[in-house]
């Protein structure tokens, strides 16, 4: 079966603190995987893809098939980076995205 | 462009209550999807159009739900008769296309249900 897993409901970090948001997924094939970010008060978007290889407000990800893991990193964390993160995969590009359950970053002061 | 709309923004109503949330998807997207938000179950997907058809009910949880897309601008998702566990934010996204990696999401109905 089609899953997406996000093991840790709440993450609570340190600014300045490195930190990882993980997703693991189990399709067949090679999925195309996504991560959203929703931050308080806004909508839910977009945030990056793993096909661009991009950085964006300092986060990667990286596509693992061996572990079958798409982690979100930032080397240190931000304040504004607070928000609820979805990993999102789709088995293929003519396919719907499907989001995982969700990780809230919490970023101390 | 305003982007996607959804009214209203807030709801409290009585269990037992019928309740309509509206949404208008953005101009030329044809992929329209309902999705409810719990602390508990994260983000489901309940129900997603093409072209104004619904493609995929299969996250709708019961029959009490009921979603609509009469036009290409607007869809409704319509809970009769309304249960406090049915409580949650609920979201419409539109897209060009059911596999277009990008949905653009409104900015959700938060709904209480006494």
């Known amino acids: 079966a089609q899953r997406v897993t996000q093991p840790e409901k709440l993450l609570s970090v340190f600014k300045g603190a490195p930190v990882e948001l993980k997703c693991n997924y189990s399709?067949?094939?090679?999925?195309?995987l996504f991560w959203y970010v929703q931050y308080s008060r806004q909508r839910l978007q977009l945030l990056l893809r793993?096909?661009s290889r991009e950085s964006i407000k300092g986060f990667t990800a990286d596509l693992n098939k061996g572990e079958t893991s798409f982690h979100l990193k930032k080397p240190f964390a931000q304040e504004e980076d607070s928000a609820m993160y979805y990993c999102?995969?789709?088995?293929?590009?003519?396919?719907?995205?499907?989001f995982g359950p969700g990780t809230s970053l919490s970023v101390i002061p | 462009d305003a982007g996607v709309i959804q009214s209203p923004r807030h709801e409290v109503t009585e269990m037992g209550q019928e309740v309509t949330l509206r949404c208008k998807p953005i101009s030329g997207h044809n992929s329209l999807f309902w999705y409810r938000q719990t602390m508990m179950r994260g983000l489901e997907l309940l129900i997603y159009f093409n072209n104004n058809v619904p493609i995929d009910d299969s996250g709708m949880p019961e029959d009490r739900f009921s979603a609509k897309m009469p036009n290409a601008s607007f869809s409704t998702l319509k809970i009769q008769p309304s249960e406090p566990r049915d409580s949650a934010v609920y979201f419409c996204?539109?897209?060009?296309?059911?596999?277009?990696?990008?949905?653009?999401f409104g900015p959700g109905t938060r709904l209480l249900v006494l």
């Open positions: 999102a995969p789709r088995k293929t590009s003519y396919d719907k995205v499907i």
């Open positions: 996204a539109s897209t060009i296309g059911t596999g277009s990696e990008t949905q653009y």
């Open positions: 793993h096909i």
């Open positions: 399709y067949s094939g090679s999925p195309e």
